[in-house]
């Protein structure tokens, strides 16, 4: 679609922050997805509202000079009530888009049609206004060969993918084909309003204050991952998941049985912005333990010792698995997989007696978490060790010695080697109560040159005869230097935590602090994913270090943002994902 067409659809569509008016009677119950966006007017003012906690009063100055520019490309001003009208355009009323995918013989998924409406005060003189404009030449002067195919009802804009624009009663519809298009002004028979997944989903998200709404049809949500299994088992090389689908399937069929609606929503206001999306199963079916969910997560894995890390770290990073149940997944959907797991286990067996399944893997809850605690002085930035990083795994009570035993059995493979043939070395000790394995990573090196070597430099390059031969004597090249790093990996009664700073660790480990999903995200439910990132920190850092000239012109734009922040989890009946952009306080 060429640019000023863009512009065209955006004008329209952007005003209202992303889609709807009450084209609920034009969707239908068969529908894929339906999204209804706030008015225009409403929306903008949510916009406002964002603004000002984004960049403070100085964002009245910025909207004015943006909704200018848009003027001078499109005629009109988004953001002005006035100016919508003018155009036809009703900024008081929803605006709506529904599309329709379906399920070919072939098995792949493909767009029946998607609708896009617009409300309309007076549809002929918005009609009017956008053939108007889709005739307009490009920025190269080209004049777009637009179609009208009923006068004063229905254009079309050529590209890829063709638009096609029509007129109804009180809106206008936009749509990717003709017939599309045409159907779009024709209500539903088969009402969205009467389908009972669309009556939950209103139940469940429409009485939040959004910008958009999105509620999506749980059969075809369920037929969509179905293209996805079978995809899977369409690939050049099909033996290898040869089980993937039918055990796919058997998940998809125990999930369309129970799960009620899904949808979610989006919004922004002086607090940041929030795209929310849930799905509601029936009552009872998420707590039972033999639900298709727990076979891929485990929200009651118990907390690590990095979940209640002090103070608000620069990036934290939560993750809650059914780690046996993955790897029965992998196992069933990939016979390749079950063959290595196997070798793997013969291996291990023979070199240190232990079996892999019940010493290594069983006893790992699936429980994981990364904490990164700050940022180091500039002059550190690439050394790893200057980084407080830590990496936890929780792993069963009693099962501690089974990973102890394999550490020492890569050292003393890896120390009895000539010292000038290790690429690592090992060393055992002790961090407090617990133990710690110490690994030296070596890498040759070229010295780094002084300023005074680099100025020489400089100057004999300055000397060369006229050959191009340098007059100094020949230089003889330093030998190479080992830089050694360091990690360490600390294995106490119920975790294994890699890391680069082990004594800072132990400050962790006393924490008397609630999780940091406790003091971040609501109380209520099992948390099965977090994470959260400290935006803030990282810009506080950037304006004091040689960095604040790249973020100099963006520093009005990020300095007002506080963390980014989501999660996922199991709360009643219900799955539920979330991710936040956080402002601070208009005080701080």
Known sequence: MKKNNILLVLALWLPTAVFSFSPEDYASAED???IEVESSNKATNYLKDFLLGLLGPSSESIVASV?????????????????????????????GVTGNFFVNPEGLLE???????????????????????????????????????????????????PLFIIKGSDFIAASNSRQGAVSSVEKSKDKITDAEWYVQGKKEFSSEKAVAWLYINPTQYMNAFSVISGSLGSTETPHELSFSSALIRKMQVEVAENIVTTGGYFTLNKSGIVLHFAEKYKDG??????????????????????????????????????????????????????KEMERASEKIAEETELDLRKDLLAPI???????????????????????NGFLSAGIAKGSSKSYVKLIEKIMAE????????????????????????????????????????????ELDGLSMDGDGESETEEE?????????????????????????????????????????????????????TAGIIDIGTVVAYAK?????????????????????????????????????????????
């Open 111 to 161: 767009t029946k049609y998607v609708r896009i409406y617009f409300p309309a005060k007076n549809s002929g003189k918005l009609y009017a206004y956008l053939l108007q404009r889709a005739k307009m030449p490009d920025e190269a002067g080209t004049v777009p060969t637009i179609t009208e195919h009923i006068k004063g009802r229905l254009f079309e804009i050529p590209g890829e993918t």
């Open 67 to 95: 909704a200018e520019q848009a003027k001078e490309r499109t005629g009109v001003n988004p953001l002005s009530s006035e100016d919508l009208l003018s155009i036809g355009y009703d900024p008081a009323s929803k605006m």
């Open 414 to 457: 890896e120390n009895a080697k000539p010292e000038n043939e290790r690429d690592f070395s090992i060393k055992k000790g002790k961090q407090g109560k617990h133990t710690l394995f110490t690994i030296t990573l070596r890498e040759k090196q070229q010295p780094d040159k002084s300023e005074e070597e680099l100025a020489n430099e």
């Open 476 to 528: 003889t090249e330093e030998p190479a230097v080992v830089k050694e790093t360091f990690a360490y990996i600390i294995i106490t009664d119920t975790e294994i935590i890699g890391t680069t700073n082990p004594t800072a660790f132990a400050r962790i480990e006393k924490s008397n602090e609630s999780t940091l999903t406790a003091r971040n995200f609501p109380k209520s439910g099992k948390y099965y």
């Open 544 to 588: 004091t270090s040689s960095f604040s000239m790249l973020i100099g012109q963006y520093l009005q734009m990020v300095e007002r943002i506080d963390k980014l922040a989501g999660y996922s989890k199991i709360d009643g009946d219900h799955s539920i994902s979330r991710l936040e952009l956080r402002l601070k306080p208009a005080d701080k």
């Open 365 to 387: 809850h699936g429980n994981f978490s990364m904490t990164v605690a700050g940022i180091p002085p500039e002059k550190d930035l690439q050394n790893p060790n200057a980084w």
């Open 32 to 34: 894929t997805f339906y």
């Open 285 to 338: 079916y998420l707590n039972s333990s033999e639900a298709a969910i727990h076979k891929l997560i485990n929200p009651d894995a118990p907390n690590l010792s990095l979940d209640s890390h002090p103070g608000t770290p620069l990036l934290y990073l939560m993750l809650k698995l059914n780690f046996t149940g993955y790897l029965q997944f992998l196992e069933e959907s990939l016979p390749e997989f079950k």
